[in-house]
């Protein structure tokens, strides 16, 4: 079973969106996510997730973290060096996700997924990777209190 | 709006008082438990407000450009100034259409709401030494729990609602009321909701209502109010951060 293989289950279950593995530094590893969602997209995301996750850890290792926006949810679980990601809708079973998510970051939590273009090939997202600039591609440069072109 | 006015025949007997520390509410009970038919003028900084009671009620009452249960419940927000008697006029208007109890009720309400943001965080009171006190001035923080809007958790009963730290803060990333030691609790809850944002943002998701986050036994939950506050509290018990959970939307 791929790794590929393994993020799909996770479709199986009514709500979930898409899913995807960051490593701890939030270099995003394996997609499985709409089109919508660009790859330069969640290279933005990664990092702010894992920054999330560290500033959430304190006595402890954090088990789960999960956003609710108004009309979806996300969740973000440590599996060994990997960080799994689901989105969803509201409507998602949670309890039927989280024992999807079990089984599926017991899996990725031994798995390697080296940072490659080669290796993302194998692990194929199911959308085209078309670049779109990133949000913050259009803010102004600022130094030192002058905009810089 | 025209005010049509007349003599208040009844005017010119009782006591003349001044008394201290009487608010308008004590003044409306006062007049509409006692039956009383009569005027008052209400002054308060440069503000001045008139209420009418008829036979125990208050049928009218104005000030600046608010008439009716508006202005009644303008004046009794007024939290200093003076009223006296305004013998010489009644009011034919009956523009005051809820009970006095009500508007009392509602007063209370926004008062209570309006001050919200003047607690002062137990964690600024702890290395005082005297009574701490409100930017407003008058309400002890001793009633800082009792203040707890409905959005925010109640404190639970016994030894848990004193070791489970909670925290309110601003949109602006100030605390406005705090239980506990929230140092901590408190960098990470503003952090972790930019964060959030962000993350939503870049996703093209919808606003963020809340997180949970979930290490060891502690469990601690992060709600975002629709004007921009954030309520963190963290605890091994569940039961203390239902309400939490519940505003959040987890």
């Known amino acids: 079973m791929t790794a590929q ?16 593995v960051l490593s701890a530094d939030g270099e995003p590893r394996l997609r499985d996510l709409p ?22 850890r304190q006595q402890n290792d954090v088990t789960q973290c999960s956003l609710r926006f108004t009309e979806h949810r996300m969740y973000l679980r440590p599996a060994g060096p990997w960080v799994l990601c689901v989105l969803s809708d509201r409507s998602v079973n949670v309890p039927t996700l989280q024992m999807g998510m079990t089984l599926v970051t017991r899996r990725i939590a031994t798995m390697d997924f080296p940072l490659s273009a080669g290796d993302r090939a ?23 209190g002058r905009r810089v072109e | 709006m025209a005010r049509t006015l007349e003599r208040d025949d009844s005017a010119g007997t009782g006591f003349l008082a001044q008394l201290k520390g009487l608010s308008v509410a004590d003044l409306v009970q006062m007049n509409c438990l006692s ?17 009418h009671f008829s036979g125990g009620s208050i049928v009218h009452a104005e000030t600046g450009n608010l008439t009716g249960d508006a202005a009644v419940l303008e004046i009794a927000n007024w939290q200093d100034g003076t009223f ?30 309006l001050g919200r943001d003047n607690v002062v965080p137990i964690a600024q009171r702890s290395g005082g ?7 407003a001035g008058a309400i002890p923080t001793s009633t800082i729990e009792e203040r707890l809007s409905p959005s925010q958790p109640p404190p639970a009963s016994g030894r848990q609602s004193m070791t489970s730290p909670f925290v309110r803060i601003s949109a602006s990333g100030r605390i406005v009321t705090s239980r506990g030691e929230v140092d901590d609790l408190s960098a990470m809850a503003a952090f972790s909701v930019h964060l959030g944002q962000m993350i939503g943002t870049h996703l093209g998701l919808d606003a963020l209502q809340g997180l949970e986050i979930r290490a060891g036994k ?7 109010t629709a004007d921009g ?12 951060l239902a309400p939490l959970i519940r505003n959040a939307g987890l």
């Not at chain 2, 506050?229 to 203390?240: G, L, T």
């Open chain 1, 35 to 56: 089109a919508i969602v660009p790859d330069e997209t969640l290279a933005e995301v990664g990092p702010r997730v894992a920054r999330l996750l560290e500033a959430a």
């Open chain 2, 229 to 240: 506050q954030v309520d963190a509290m963290s605890s091994e018990v569940d039961s203390e």
């Open chain 2, 84 to 113: 006296e008697p305004s013998s010489t006029e009644r009011s034919a208007t009956m523009s005051v259409k809820s009970s006095w109890q009500n508007l009392l009720l509602k007063a209370a309400q926004q008062r209570d709401e």
């Open chain 1, 5 to 20: 293989t393994i993020l799909k289950d996770l479709r199986d279950i009514p709500g979930v969106t898409g899913s995807f």
């Open chain 1, 122 to 144: 194998t692990a194929p997202s199911p959308v085209p990777l078309v670049p779109t600039p990133a949000p913050t591609t259009n803010r102004a440069q600022v130094y030192r």
């Open chain 2, 218 to 224: 502690q469990r601690t939950v992060i709600a975002v």
């Open chain 2, 35 to 51: 039956g009383a038919t009569c005027n008052v003028r209400v002054n308060s900084r440069q503000r001045t407000g008139w209420l």
């Open chain 2, 129 to 135: 030494t005297g009574p701490a006190t409100t930017r």
